[in-house]
């Protein structure tokens, strides 16, 4: 057993300093940190693939920094691997709790804001959520098909910062 882990470790250069790293244990890495990551996103919701909020893309950014330094060897191999898992479970475990409770969901995925109501504008949302008229104007062009507001029923900023738009 002995030869076997000394093996792994001289084949990913586990204990060397990363600079040290060769061209093959550099790609060996990747290819075991490529696979793992596959079925970390298999194990983790299809949404969060998607960074549909701020809860989904944190979990993407964090985990792809964190697994690099993997590759690279400026982190443990293995534990950072574990830690990839142990974020994907929890991302997964706090989904289910915003599932189940309205309050918690919008702690973490956030809410959606009335831009627009019946044609006139929310200036106060728009303000606060850093919209301005222009940026609306031009998601009406592009989504809603129409640059009047007066045939805009409801715009509401969604929770993944598209803006969506019910006509009258």
């Known amino acids: 057993m002995n030869t076997f882990s000394e093996s792994i470790e001289m084949l990913l250069g586990?204990?060397?300093?990363?600079?040290?790293?060769?061209?093959?244990?550099?790609?060996?890495?990747?290819?075991?940190?490529?696979?793992?990551?596959?079925?970390?996103?298999?194990?983790?919701?299809?949404?969060?693939?998607?960074?549909?909020?701020?809860f989904d893309a944190v979990l993407i950014v964090i985990i792809g920094s964190m697994l690099a330094r993997a590759i690279n060897g400026s982190a443990p191999f293995f534990p950072s691997l574990v830690v990839g898992f142990v974020l994907v479970v929890s991302h997964r475990v706090l989904g289910e709790i915003a599932y189940f409770s309205h309050g918690f969901g919008i702690l973490i995925k956030g809410k959606m804001e009335v831009l627009v109501q019946n044609g006139k504008l929310q200036h106060k949302t728009m303000h606060l959520n850093q919209i301005s008229k222009h940026d609306l104007e031009e998601d009406m062009r592009l989504e809603a098909k129409t640059e009047d507001l007066s045939k805009i029923r409801v715009a509401r900023i969604e929770r993944s910062g598209d803006i969506s738009f019910i006509k009258v």
């Open 14 to 54: 586990l204990g060397v300093e990363p600079k040290e790293l060769t061209v093959l244990q550099v790609s060996l890495r990747g290819v075991i940190v490529f696979l793992t990551t596959l079925v970390m996103v298999r194990l983790s919701s299809k949404r969060s693939l998607a960074g549909k909020t701020a």
